[in-house]
């Protein structure tokens, strides 16, 4: 590399010489040719290093001129095709066909008889929504521990329209209802052939009501409620009943006032005087109007929730000119000690409660049509609970309470009275009176639902009771333990399956025998106390297709004839099968 740099450097030298040479002299000097003889002996020179930073002596720095680029863009046109991807294909599955009514019809020993049918249309773009349905549950067996009939009816016809547009929806529904149950609670050989020949125990319910609801967007006026219904039986008792509830909402800053509303009215008669009375004498008439408003604050603090409210409460007895006001805590509260895991709740509240004829059939269809309808006035309860998810399939609830009762409707049979010749025989100790008593509940409850997966859920709950009356007496056919269990499984996509086993424990009863010029209280009688018992219930189903389905359910599976009422014991074993069949109408 020396050696070539030498050379270049002494052709550069030969030739700035050459150049000099030739502006002296402008005469034309010919040619020649030169022949170097001397051998070519390359020298090495000391090298140095160029400085990284050099330093500038001249007395003008020169700048950079900016400079300006712009992109000419010039359209070209182009053949290529770029070939197009093609995403994988994943299977769908197909939405599943919904049908707008559907009929089920089932046949079991007892000669019992299930029907049910249901049929929703709409109008308007699904704006307008009209639904029927029909229901039917009887049965015409027979007991061995009884010589009456033990036939039981239950046919309900509902009716109902709905409307819903942006800002409001409203709807209104009618309901017809029709129950037949017997007064069978004698035993065998007690009383003649002939007499039980005569007996005519059947009693019959009617019940006719409409329904009304609105519910409002963006306005103060919530919601509202409007039920108007007539009941009545075979005995020519009959019983009116009006209840209007509007609720409006009034927000303030961050917070929100409700006012709720209620005005109840119940009034009917019995043909019939009590059977703690030995003659027929009179009947019995009751008017209770209630009119009460509920104002609360709503205050929400991140994982805090409290409802703050009072319940005040303007109580007519028309029937017999008494009026009393009432005034009754509201107040509820909720807190997520560990978000959804763990939530604390609790609160105090209080209601007076409006008792009705309708109410008490459907807890105990065997009262007689003699019954005493007054409120209950239900001070307070108090609770506290923890409730949430152990675990994201389990979820628990578990709740303290302490309730003080003035009124408490309690059942107990009614003294066999053969003085009495009503038209229907429920005067034989086998029908039910409503006897009133003050009562403090102290209870504990506990629940567990477990979702092992899509297709398997089981619940479990149990609750426990301890009763102090202000008679002393026992709080009669109330139990002190009660608990269920229950359990859906989807086997298959065609098959699936169901079961639910309760408990209920003892509770007690009062039969006594009415005496003439005697007062209740000295009627002989003695307490009875009913065994607990249990109850298992299960059903099973096959899907043929998307419409027809084939199910059996059995009932009372441990063939366990116990008795949910004094006197009253309940069927066998009951099996039941039957097909359900979708449809669009």
């Given at each position: 590399m020396q050696t070539r740099a030498t050379y270049i450097f002494s052709l550069l030298f030969l030739s700035l010489f050459g150049a000099m040479y030739g502006q002296e002299k402008t005469d034309d000097i010919g040619t020649e040719t030169v022949t170097v003889v001397k051998p070519y002996?390359?020298?090495?020179?000391?090298?140095?290093k160029i400085k990284s930073t050099p330093s500038l002596n001249d007395s003008i720095v020169l700048q950079k001129k900016k400079i300006d680029y712009s992109i000419f863009s010039v359209p070209v046109a182009?053949?290529?095709?770029?070939?197009?991807?093609?995403?994988?294909a994943v299977k769908k599955t197909p939405p599943p066909t919904l049908y707008n009514s559907y009929a089920s019809v089932g046949l079991g020993n007892y000669n019992n008889a299930l029907v049910d049918f249901y049929t929703s249309r709409e109008f308007n773009r699904g704006e307008d929504l009209l639904d029927f349905g029909l229901t039917h549950n009887s049965s015409r067996g027979d007991l061995d521990s009884t010589p009456l009939d033990?036939?039981?009816?239950?046919?309900?016809?509902?009716?109902?329209?709905?409307?819903?547009?942006?800002?409001?929806?409203?709807g209104a529904a009618v309901g017809l209802q029709h129950q037949l149950y017997n007064w069978y609670g004698i035993q065998n050989d007690v009383y003649s052939e002939d007499l039980v020949a005569s007996m005519d125990a059947k009693q019959n319910y009617f019940n006719a009501e409409a329904k009304a609801h609105l519910n409002m967007e963006d306005s103060f006026f919530k919601n509202g409620t409007i039920l108007l219904r007539r009941f009545w039986d075979a005995t020519e008792s009959g019983e009116n009943r009006v209840v209007v509830n509007p609720t409006i909402e009034l927000p303030i800053t961050e917070e929100l006032i409700t006012i709720s509303a209620k005005f109840d009215y119940v009034g009917g008669n019995f043909k019939n005087a009590s059977l703690n009375s030995t003659t027929n004498d009179g009947e019995i008439n009751y008017s209770q109007f209630q009119a009460g408003v509920t104002p609360s604050l709503l205050i929400l603090r991140d994982d805090l929730t409290v409802n703050l409210g009072a319940n005040i409460v303007y109580g007519l007895d028309a029937e017999n000119s008494d009026s009393n006001f009432y005034i009754y805590p509201a107040v509820t509260a909720s807190y997520r000690v560990m978000d959804d895991n763990v939530i604390a709740y609790g609160g105090i509240e209080g209601q007076l409660k409006q008792n009705s004829y309708h109410d008490f059939v459907d807890e105990n269809p065997y009262v007689s049509p003699t019954l005493d309808i007054?409120?209950?006035?239900?001070?307070?309860?108090?609770?506290?609970g923890l409730k949430g998810q152990l675990t994201s399939n389990i979820?628990?609830?578990?709740k303290g309470s302490y309730m003080a009762e003035n009124r408490k409707p309690l059942f107990y049979l009614n003294p066999e009275n053969t003085f009495r010749d009503d038209e229907k025989s429920y005067y034989y100790g086998n029908s039910f009176q409503v006897f009133y008593d003050d009562v403090k509940t102290l209870g504990v409850f506990g629940e567990i639902n477990v979702d092992v997966n899509r297709n398997f859920t089981l619940g479990v709950n149990a609750e426990f009771y301890d009763y102090d009356t202000e008679t002393d007496n026992p709080a009669w056919n109330l139990p002190s333990i009660k608990g269920s269990l229950?359990?859906?499984?989807?086997?298959?996509?065609?098959?699936?399956?169901?079961?639910?086993?309760f408990y209920v424990g003892e509770r007690d009863d009062l039969m006594a025998v009415a005496q003439q010029n005697a007062l209740p209280s000295e009627f002989p009688a003695m307490i009875v106390t009913l065994d607990g018992f249990f109850d298992a219930n299960a059903h099973v189903g096959y899907r043929v297709n998307d419409q027809l389905s084939i199910f059996v359910k059995a009932s009372n599976i441990a063939d366990n004839n116990y008795q949910r009422w004094a006197n009253f014991r309940v069927q066998g074993f009951q099996a039941l099968a039957g097909v359900s069949y979708k449809f669009d109408f």
């Open positions: 002996s390359p020298t090495v020179s000391d090298a140095f182009s053949t290529f095709t770029p070939a197009k991807g093609k995403a994988s033990t036939d039981f009816y239950n046919t309900k016809l509902d009716v109902t329209y709905g409307k819903k547009d942006r800002y409001m929806d409203w007054q409120p209950t006035d239900q001070q307070y309860e108090g609770y506290v979820g628990y609830n578990l229950f359990m859906d499984y989807q086997i298959t996509e065609q098959w699936y399956m169901g079961a639910n086993l």
